[in-house]
């Protein structure tokens, strides 16, 4: 079955420093993936997708993910993270069959600490 | 112009009651659907329609009925509401394609007492 593992439930950073939330799917065929991130109270907004093409995409507010086939990974960064960053990160992969769904992971929190 | 809107935002009702949250894109979409948030967070679909046709379904209970009058508008009404029933309901809508993700509504948070 289609599935999306976020190994981490929380992570803090300091603001100023790199991030990396781990993503991994489980998926037969070529995924549709994407992040999305959620601040508190929100609804979710789309940071990036990947559907082909450039294994390195870049998104809104500075975040990039990488997607790497032979580990079943599409991990989000952000060189340098900043106070606003703080917030709920979900990882999704877009299946085609039964009608168009996203499947999402757990989520990871990121706090950001001055 | 929001995209995605959903009413209410905040609900709270008697356990047994029944109510309704209403949806409305405006980005031309022809697939909406309905994800519940747990209190977990965890995010997991409800229904989808496809130009006013019912694609999704994934084992709710007929308590939960969808109701698409048109393909900009997705309803959710819930019969007999009970404890369980408390979470944050999200309308989304997409292109045909899952390809492109989809554009949510900003939640309405359900509190059933």
């Known amino acids: 079955a289609q599935s999306v593992t976020q190994p981490d439930i929380h992570i803090t950073v300091s603001e100023g420093a790199s991030l990396e939330l781990r993503c991994n799917y489980s998926y037969g065929a070529t995924p549709y993936l994407f992040w999305y991130v959620q601040s508190p109270g929100q609804g979710l907004q789309l940071l990036l997708k990947?559907?082909?093409?450039?294994?390195l995409v870049q998104g809104i507010k500075g975040f990039e993910a990488e997607f790497k086939r032979s580990q079943s990974s599409f991990n989000l960064r952000k060189p340098s993270v900043h106070w606003s960053d703080a917030a709920e990160y979900f990882c999704?992969?877009?299946?085609?069959?039964?009608?168009?769904?996203?499947?999402f992971g757990a989520g990871t929190i990121l706090r950001v600490k001055s | 112009d929001t995209a995605v809107s959903q009413t209410p935002k905040y609900l709270v009702t008697q356990m047994g009651n029944d109510k309704s949250i209403k949806c409305e894109q405006n980005l031309g979409h022809d697939t909406m659907y309905w994800y519940k948030q747990d209190s977990k967070k965890f995010l997991k679909i409800m229904f989808s329609y496809n130009n006013k046709e019912l694609i999704i379904n994934e084992t709710v209970p007929n308590r939960f009925s969808p109701k698409s009058p048109d393909k900009a508008h997705l309803n959710l009404h819930i019969n007999s509401l009970e404890l369980g029933d408390s979470a944050v309901y999200f309308c989304?809508?997409?292109?045909?394609?899952?390809?492109?993700?989809?554009?949510f509504g900003s939640g309405t948070r359900l509190t059933v007492v």
């Open positions: 990947y559907f082909s093409g450039d294994t």
């Open positions: 999704a992969v877009g299946i085609m069959e039964y009608g168009n769904k996203l499947v």
């Open positions: 989304a809508s997409s292109q045909d394609s899952v390809a492109w993700g989809y554009t």
